[in-house]
């Protein structure tokens, strides 16, 4: 391999490296501080690699200009040192103008005494060498450079970790610099010895601005990353293009083997870089029509959020965002709202559940991604996007159902509280009358009075059920054996056998007396139904749950329950006995409900009727 050819191509490199680096800083990044004097340097580079080609391998003008070029490294040191200023947050006006000064007068006095001569050296048709005079310039360039080193070194103690990583990148740069050019100066000291160290300079401007501005840009990453892919692709395109031509040396292909290897690189990597240009444009193209979709426009995460935002409830927000993420995937999409997962049937889907609570933190909704498996990373990235839009869609709905649920049992209660006070006032003005029937009726024959009696005992009974139902539920919660709870209230009615299935230590924490008033409800609404039954029978079982409540049957042999009245058993003034008032299980109900427990009407085998209660048991 011709090692002038390489040496020229490195300068080609370094010079549209480093003007492109300045073009780029000065459009991407224009308020990074120190940035446009950082894109001035880049410059002074650029063209330093252009002047040395001007020089070697233009005409005599071409090579005059290239010289001039050359020459114009005083500047460009000031450059760097103005870089350092900004970058360090340094406010030197005044000192910057004299540098600035400085700099310029040394650029002039090199251009107009015409500082450095070009004769040929090993190789080359042309090279630079500078005058023993010539050291003036350098030594300029030097203490401006060596300035600048100097205060990143002096801001090194006190910089911040990332601050830190930039010094250090620039130092590393620096050194990097400095070594590839020193063999620059080979011909002026007198030492034959080939510039090898030049072909390293094209890695210098790109050192610099990747070292400065990767914490701060992440687009410079991602070039970063593009080109540490060439370099190695670059690579193997040569190592293969040599066993290529190697291979056809031996096999005969002698046309092929004459190529120069240098013109295959040269092809391979023009072919790489094609290449690389075109992947992302085509990956993008074929992307967009094997997966339509896959990438979001402006407008659709509102018009998402819009549409889920508009479910009324658990079934609405289901529906609504399978059918729009399908509609935007252009293909059939499950979405599960639960907190079981479902099983996979293959195809792709949302798994949208309250999460677990952590340490210190409230549990919150959260969208899995179920058979996304062979989704490419933007599809995969539009389901995370829509995911999290139906999490906080299911939180709002969530919150909404919470709220009116709350605002219907305050309603509820407030109109409980309006019925307490009117029965209460009902119950004072209907006593009244009883009392003075009751005494009017003494005078009236025997059958008249029982009738009367039962009457009154009726109303009586009515008016307590009603005041009971509407009026305020306190309790004082106490640890209560359940066997002792229901033979107190199998006390009461001693003509009557109840049949009992409970361990003796089992236990609930309820009040009471409002225990006994469920119990007593329950069980005289039983004995109710039994009334006229040849062989009555009454059962009281409980047994403890997993989750620490109690589950309670009362259970009866009676005629059981209409099939009409079933679902509206509990509601007030339904009744399934004579005589009955209709608010007893009403009653039940708001009383276990009080103790955050629930009621429902049961089956059990062998049983024609049986309520389950589900009660807190002891913590």
């Known amino acids: 391999m011709d090692i002038y050819r390489v040496y020229y191509f490195s300068l080609v490199i370094q010079g549209c490296i480093s003007l492109g680096l300045a073009a780029w800083l000065w459009a991407k990044a224009p308020h990074q501080s120190g ?42 040191a000031v450059f760097f040192l103005h870089f350092v200023f900004r970058f360090l947050q340094r406010d030197r006006p005044r000192q910057m103008l004299g540098i600035y000064v400085l700099g310029i007068a040394t650029l002039l006095l090199v251009q107009v005494l015409d500082m450095g001569m070009l004769a040929p050296w090993l190789g080359f048709e042309r090279y630079y060498f500078f005058p023993v005079w010539g050291a003036i310039p350098g030594v300029v360039v030097t203490s401006i450079s060596i300035w600048a080193y100097l205060l990143l070194l002096a801001a090194w103690p006190k910089a911040a970790p990332k601050q830190r990583g930039k010094i250090l990148a620039i130092w590393f740069a620096g050194v990097w610099g400095s070594g590839a050019s020193l063999m620059f100066l080979n011909a002026s000291l007198g030492i ?29 990453n991602l070039w970063a990353n593009r080109l540490l892919a060439w370099l190695v692709l670059t690579a193997i395109t040569v190592a293969l293009a040599s066993l290529l031509l190697s291979v056809a040396a031996r096999t005969g292909f002698a046309s092929l083997a004459a190529v120069p290897l240098w013109q295959l690189w040269l092809l391979g990597t023009a072919m790489l870089g094609v290449m690389l240009v075109l992947e992302g444009p085509s990956r ?216 009992l299935d409970v361990d003796a230590a ?35 079982d409980a047994e403890a749950q997993a989750d620490g409540r109690v589950l309670l049957r009362v259970c009866d042999n009676g005629p059981g329950v209409p099939a009409d009245l079933a679902a509206d058993l509990f509601q007030p003034f339904t009744t399934r006995r004579p005589g009955g008032t209709g608010l007893g299980l009403a009653i039940v109900r708001r009383l276990v409900e009080a103790h955050g427990g629930t009621v429902r009407l049961g089956q059990r085998a062998g049983w024609n009727c049986c309520f389950e209660l589900l009660l807190p048991g002891m913590p």
């Not at 030049?198 to 601005?209: D, R, T």
């Not at 924490?509 to 062989?535: F, K, S, V, Y």
């Open 35 to 76: 940035i446009k004097p950082l894109a001035l340097f880049c410059v002074g580079i650029g063209f330093w690699a252009l002047g040395q080609l001007g020089m070697h391998l233009g005409g005599d003008s071409v090579a005059a200009l290239g010289k001039r070029l050359v020459n114009c490294g005083p500047i460009n």
């Open 506 to 540: 089992l236990c609930l924490h309820i009040d009471p007396m409002r225990g006994e008033q469920i119990l007593g409800n329950l069980i005289g609404n039983a004995m109710a139904m039994l009334r006229g039954r040849p062989d009555p029978r009454i059962l009281v």
């Open 284 to 499: 993008r193209a074929i992307e967009r029509l094997v997966f339509p979709g896959a990438h979001l426009e402006a407008g659709v995460l509102a018009d998402w959020r819009v549409r889920l935002d508009g479910a009324s409830s658990w079934h609405d927000l289901e529906q609504i965002a399978a059918s729009t993420l399908g509609a935007h995937l252009r293909q059939p999409m499950r979405v599960v709202l639960g907190a079981a997962r479902p099983a996979g049937d293959g195809k792709p889907g949302l798994h949208c559940h309250l999460g677990p609570r952590k340490d210190g933190e409230a549990a919150h909704w959260r969208t899995d991604l179920m058979e996304w498996e062979g989704a490419t990373p933007s599809v995969t990235r539009v389901g995370e996007v829509f995911g999290a839009l139906l999490a906080a869609a299911a939180a709002r709905l969530d919150q909404l159902l919470r709220y009116a649920e709350h605002e219907k049992e305050r309603l509820k209660q407030a109109h409980l509280l309006e019925l307490g006070g009117l029965a209460a006032t009902v119950a004072h003005e209907l006593r009244n009358p009883l009392n003075i029937i009751s005494m009017a009726a003494v005078m009236s024959p025997p059958e008249t009075r029982a009738e009367i009696r039962a009457q009154i005992e009726r109303a009586d009974h009515l008016i307590q059920d009603l005041l009971s139902y509407s009026g305020e539920v306190r309790l004082n919660p106490q640890r209560v054996a359940v066997a002792e709870l229901v033979q107190r209230v199998a006390a009461g009615h001693p003509l009557q056998a109840i049949e």
């Open 192 to 220: 034959d010895i080939f510039p090898y160290s030049v072909i390293l300079l094209p890695g210098y401007a790109l050192l610099l601005v990747f070292g400065i501005l990767r914490y701060d840009l992440m687009v410079v």
